[in-house]
């Protein structure tokens, strides 16, 4: 962190960029894997239009923690940003093939909505419960909301009468409703 600090400094108030950028690459160097330096030398390069490069940054990063899925998703989310779903999919798929976890399928559930696939983004919620040691009502709540979304709504009641935090039940039946036509 201390080192981090010292990089925005160059950046921030002495305004020497050259100096900052060697500082971060210094520090990237120590930590190649920290999440907040990765984001911050990321950060530095986007704002001088050097996308090219911190997307590099990121890539380096998962090659040398591909199990790592915080840095995983963000090189996904730079993907999905630039137009590139299908190497963003492919990155979240590559997750769920090397771990497995819970995690893993929830990130591509959230991916395949985004690219609106409700399909397969239950497909992959499913497989997250399954996989889960202690699924939850936040796991079921969005089974539940993708059971609306594909209109399957008979299904999605009955998933809702088990989640026991009464907001989820309240959004999701306000929700199945409103599907059905019934605005009040």
Request: aromatic share 6%; charged share 30%.
């Amino acid at each position: 962190r201390g080192c981090l600090a010292r990089a925005a400094f160059y950046k921030d108030n002495a305004k020497d960029d050259a100096r900052a950028e060697a500082h971060y690459k210094t520090c990237l160097e120590k930590s190649p894997n920290d999440g907040l330096a990765l984001r911050l030398i990321a950060q530095f390069f986007d704002e001088r239009q050097r996308s090219a490069e911190a997307t590099a940054i990121w890539e380096k990063a998962l090659a040398n923690a591909p199990e790592n899925l915080q840095i995983r998703g963000a090189v996904a989310g730079r993907y999905e940003s630039q137009g590139k779903t299908d190497r963003a999919r492919a990155l979240h798929e590559e997750g769920v093939e090397l771990l497995g976890s819970s995690q893993a399928w929830s990130k591509l559930a959230d991916f395949e909505q985004r690219s609106q696939h409700p399909d397969k983004s239950l497909e992959a919620v499913e497989q997250a419960i399954a996989t889960s040691p202690n699924p939850n009502d936040s796991m079921n709540f969005f089974k539940a909301d993708r059971l609306i979304d594909l209109n399957r709504l008979d299904e999605a009641e009955k998933l809702v009468e088990t989640l026991q935090e009464q907001a989820y039940r309240d959004l999701l039946k306000g929700r199945i409703q409103l599907t059905r036509g019934d605005a009040k």
